[in-house]
Structure formats: structure tokens, C-alpha cells
């Protein structure tokens, strides 16, 4: 005895179409990428000296001699604006693992706070600039 689908078939009626559902699925898979790339964005302008430097990170300090927060190694130091202020480990020199601050102690990467994204430097970067 026929089920009910194929008499439906019989009708003329079609089963949902799968490639179509496969495409939707690339789309989505393609914005995640994206958003993942804005992430990577690096920030490299020293707010406090106004020069692209390769160590900036940001600073959330209380030092009311700069409105600056994005700053490079040498004015953290000139400020003294200690490295437990610092938020990011994002810049070249962090990545190269050779960041290294005059005025005090450097916190290691592990102690820094990454941002919720969960956008971790892993060990050297291989030439994506
Ligand atoms: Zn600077």
C-alpha cells in the first residue's frame, strides 16, 4: 500500500530541496569569518606621542598627566604608568614575546586580560602583514 509521501510525489509535490539549505549554511559560515577578522584588528598609533609604534597597548591608568590610553612602551615609561595598568597584549612586540617595560615590572602575557573573544596570540605569527 502507498504511504502517504508517495502519493504526495504522485501529485507532483517535491521534497524540500537540500542544496538550497547547504547554501544558507556557507553564508553563515563566511560572516563568522569576518567577525573574526575585524578582531584581529591591531591598533599601532601611540595616542600619548602620536607615532605608529610597534609596542602600543592600551593602559586603563588613573594618571591624570594624559587622556591617552593606547600608549607605546617609551611613554608608559616617560608617564609611569605601570604595567599592571596594561589591558592588551596585542602588538607586534607582545606577540614576538619581546615586549619589555623600563618603569617597573612587565606582567607576563598569561597575566594579561584578554578580551572576551577570546583572541589569543599563539606563539609567532606567520607573514599575515
Ligand atoms: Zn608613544
Partial sequence: MASLKDALLKVGLKETQKPAAANQR??????KVTEEVIHQEQRNFCEACEQI??????YKH???????????????????IADTFRKTAQSDT???????????A?????QIKSPPQGNKP????????
Fill in 53 to 58: 609604534r610597534p609596542d602600543v597597548e592600551l
Fill in 26 to 31: 556557507e553564508k553563515i559560515a563566511k560572516k
Fill in 106 to 110: 612587565t606582567l607576563s602575557p598569561d
Fill in 122 to 129: 599563539r606563539g609567532p605569527v606567520n607573514g599575515n602583514r
Fill in 94 to 104: 607582545s606577540i614576538k614575546r619581546m615586549f619589555r617595560r623600563e618603569y617597573g
Fill in 62 to 80: 588613573r594618571n591624570p598627566t594624559t587622556e591617552a590610553e593606547w600608549i607605546c612602551v617609551r611613554c608608559a615609561d616617560q608617564l609611569q
